[in-house]
């Protein structure tokens, strides 16, 4: 039986560069469906949102296999724009200063005892 570290080597995240190269093949064998295309973008474009260790030829590599596939699989070129959902991005909260609390009337102000607001 293979050691657990040999499984560790088996099974890893698939680098940016492989994707690409996969969609390329796809591209060029014309053995791509329009589903197939638009899940290998996603994972590729979230691939090319965290820039360790990639360098510009990474993003041309994909823009010119963009560029292809409209060019030569026009039908799974307009799937893909079609059906193109961005990534969600988690709004931050609202950073609260000083002067926003002064202005704010739902702000809760704490009354001194023994005095009346009226």
């Given at each position: 039986m293979p050691k657990p570290e040999s499984f560790r080597e088996l099974i890893h995240p698939a680098a940016v560069s492989d994707m690409l190269a996969l969609?390329?093949?796809?591209?060029?064998?014309?053995?791509?469906?329009?589903?197939?295309?638009l899940a290998l973008a996603?994972?590729?474009?979230?691939?090319?949102?965290?820039?360790?260790?990639?360098?510009?030829?990474?993003?041309a590599q994909y823009?010119?296999?963009?560029?292809?596939?409209?060019?030569?699989?026009?039908?799974?070129?307009?799937?893909?724009?079609?059906?193109?959902r961005p990534p969600t991005i988690r709004p931050s909260a609202s950073k609260r200063t000083y002067t926003d609390s002064l202005?704010?009337?739902?702000?809760?102000?704490?009354?001194?005892?023994?005095?009346n607001v009226s």
């Open positions: 969609f390329q093949s796809l591209l060029e064998s014309r053995e791509i469906s329009p589903p197939e295309a996603g994972a590729i474009h979230a691939g090319l949102r965290k820039p360790h260790r990639l360098n510009g030829a990474a993003y823009a010119r296999a963009m560029a292809l596939l409209e060019h030569h699989l026009p039908d799974v070129y307009r799937h893909i724009v079609a059906n193109w202005f704010d009337d739902t702000a809760v102000v704490p009354v001194p005892r023994g005095k």
